[in-house]
């Protein structure tokens, strides 16, 4: 195999190292971590994205360089998040899992899975826990691997590629368990599934079906048949978890077929909804549905952030691909108990638009496009809000892209194991109805109040944005967009105060970590896409300091 290329722009000079001085009480932080690790596909287990780093600020970071660079030899759909922890970097591309030092880029370890390959062929990252890192596979696995030398420890399978299923999640880890779930609900037949595995042993602890075989949610399904069997509410992005509760938050993706509803009138429970589960049971505590009724594939997409308001009410920040982010109060959901019957419907307190919202009602036909924004690829994606508790502001990136579908005729709208059930007439080569043309598409990052749901900033970029955001400390919101560029806004006025032009295009994990007595931010670079018009080459982690 090619050899990845190191490359580390330091010089040889000395440097200090200096201190960094790091916010009392680190509220964000999972126990047992260090405040400057990242150890998570999100960071913390409650997914805020919040970095209580200090070093690197409005007033300096203009001063920031790239420090080294790691190039892997793969050229694929580079959308991992990086997992910071001591020093170390952990990514995955596809079928291979990176260990990289944080510091100077050197390769400590890969670890390869051959496996064949999937519609996306695309893998989200790793949870770390315990000496242990987790993730997904194209074929529906869950693998443990060795944090120290990269040797596997277990692989289990969860679902079943021939029906189209995959885990491309990062999944996230806790008490011993390992939470984690399939994609590929947009396939005829196939449903969600949520896992709580063993993490020593990989064996299965519970599981919870996104659309339950009977009771009121199942009920919702009013067509339902083995004809016509429900399907969707795949989770296919990562989760976020109350520590102190033990209740796993997790986003479940939209119904199919996906412009059909005539087909699947209902509510169609448990899809496009976030639940609340039982960590440690698996039981369902609560949800909330705030996409109902659902025929524009917007699926509950973006990993959620479990935050505290100013005012101190508890919420969770829920980013959608209806352009929408949802913040549902949490309220009174720790003290319901594993035994009562019914889950308790959560309260969407406020929303706030991140995008283009138009056409959103009109009706589909067979017999005409329909066009809507935002489209099957716009709105918030597979990378969530971060949250700056001092501020009370949440930050998200957006996509501003329309779509045009025109139905199949009802009697044409034929499912197939292991195809994808949509309903709609292909479309220039797309599955999902006929995107508008690339001048028309632009994004946004947006900062809101997350009580109110008030705007107070907004920053339009060229082109969709679909990497992370992380907010800091320091006072900075870090980003990238798919023209190559790292960015750093102030986070109260949405000022930029720096960029740097990395070559390839960024939709993967943005992290800020300590390593050394020294803040970093990385960021996975080299998306390859033809979703997002991306050939970008092989895959990049990126790192930056202070000099």
């Not at 405040?35 to 997914?47: A, F, H, I, K, V």
């Not at 063993?198 to 949610?217: C, E, L, R």
């Not at 990395?502 to 943005?510: F, H, L, P, Q």
Request: charged letters at 15%; a negative charge.
């Amino acid at each position: 195999m090619k050899q990845p290329l190191i490359v580390d722009t330091r010089g040889s000079g000395l440097f200090a190292l200096l201190l960094l001085s790091l916010v009392a009480g680190f509220v964000s932080g999972s126990a047992g971590q260090r405040p400057g690790d990242w150890t998570n596909y999100n960071g913390p287990l409650s997914g805020d994205r919040y970095s209580p780093l200090t070093q690197i600020t409005a007033a300096n970071v203009a001063q920031i360089r790239q420090v080294c660079a790691f190039d892997a030899p793969e050229a694929v759909n580079f959308q991992s998040g990086i997992v910071a922890v001591n020093g170390v970097l952990y990514f995955t591309l596809f079928n291979h899992t990176y260990a990289v030092d944080g510091e100077t880029c050197r390769q400590k370890w890969t670890h390869a899975r051959p496996e064949p390959d999937t519609f996306l062929m695309v893998n989200r990252g790793v949870a770390y826990s315990d000496g242990r890192l987790f993730r997904g596979t194209g074929d529906a696995h869950v693998l443990a691997i060795n944090a120290a030398d990269g040797a596997e420890l277990w692989d289990v399978s969860i679902g079943d590629p021939k029906k189209g299923e995959s885990v491309p999640m990062a999944p996230i880890a806790w008490n011993g368990l390992v939470f984690a779930g399939n994609a590929g609900g947009d396939n005829f037949g196939v449903t969600g599934r949520i896992y709580a595995l063993n993490a020593a042993t990989g064996q299965v602890v519970w599981q919870f079906n996104t659309i339950p075989d009977s009771g009121p949610a199942r009920a919702t399904w009013l067509k339902a048949s083995p004809e016509n069997p429900p399907g969707g509410g795949a989770t296919w992005t990562s989760y976020a978890l109350d520590e102190s509760q033990g209740i796993l938050y997790v986003p479940a993706g939209n119904p199919s077929p996906d412009f059909a509803p005539a087909l699947r009138p209902g509510d169609n429970l448990y899809t496009n909804a976030l639940l609340a589960l039982d960590a440690k049971t698996g039981r369902l505590l609560a949800y909330a549905q705030p996409i109902a009724g659902d025929f524009h594939d917007w699926d509950l997409s973006a990993p959620p952030a479990l935050i505290t308001s100013k005012s101190g009410r508890p919420m969770v920040a829920a980013g959608a691909k209806d352009g929408y982010v949802y913040n549902i109060d949490r309220t009174g959901v720790a003290g319901r108990q594993s035994g009562e019957p019914d889950a308790a419907r959560l309260v969407v307190h406020s929303k706030a638009l991140a995008t283009t919202r138009e056409n959103a009602d009109a009706p589909f036909s067979s017999e005409h496009e329909t066009r809507f924004c935002p489209g099957v690829q716009g709105g918030i994606e597979w990378n969530g809000p971060a949250y700056h508790p001092g501020l009370g502001l949440l930050y998200v990136n957006a996509i501003d892209w329309c779509t045009s579908v025109k139905m199949q005729p009802a009697s044409q709208i034929k499912g197939a194991p292991g195809a994808p059930w949509t309903g709609a007439e292909p479309a220039d080569g797309w599955l999902f109805g006929k995107h508008d043309p690339v001048e028309q598409w632009k994004g946004w990052v947006t900062a809101f109040d997350a009580e109110s749901g008030e705007i107070r900033w907004k920053v339009q970029t060229p082109k969709p944005m679909v990497a992370a955001v992380t907010v800091t400390a320091g006072g900075l919101v870090f980003t990238g967009d798919l023209d190559g560029q790292m960015l750093a806004y102030d986070a109260s006025t949405g000022r930029e105060l720096w960029r740097h032009a990395t070559g390839k295009a960024i939709g993967g994990g943005v992290i800020s970590y300590d390593a050394g007595g020294k803040q970093y931010i990385a960021a996975a670079t080299g998306l390859n896409a033809a979703t997002w018009m991306t050939k970008a080459g092989p895959a990049r982690v990126v790192v930056y300091a202070l000099p």
